[in-house]
């Protein structure tokens, strides 16, 4: 998972989402911000967050993300949680 990204429409590092050589099914990415507050679930490794929530651009700092994903070597489903920062 990336630890930053820049959300300035810039091409470069605009979204926050998933960067995998693995492949794996039913995956959820779910962006948190530092009170705990959901701003964004996805459900495809193509779709990822943009940095805005309600239709506003989100603060800098740092934000959490949770991954919960099936690996499809093992079949097990397994989570991955972390921070990053935003970037503007």
């Not at 990336?2 to 995998?20: C, K, M, R, T």
């Not at 949770?66 to 989570?79: E, G, P």
Request: proline residues 2%.
């Amino acid at each position: 998972m990336p630890n930053a990204f820049s959300p300035n429409a810039d091409g470069l590092n605009d979204y926050f989402n998933v960067i995998s050589a693995h492949d794996f099914q039913d995956m959820q990415l779910r962006i948190y911000n530092r009170w705990g507050e959901l701003l964004f679930t996805s459900y495809e490794k193509e779709r990822g967050w943009d940095g805005k929530y309600k239709s506003k651009d989100a603060d800098s700092g740092t934000y959490f993300y949770m991954l919960n994903y099936i690996c499809n070597t093992t079949k097990k489903a397994m989570m991955m949680k972390g921070d990053f920062i935003l970037i503007r």
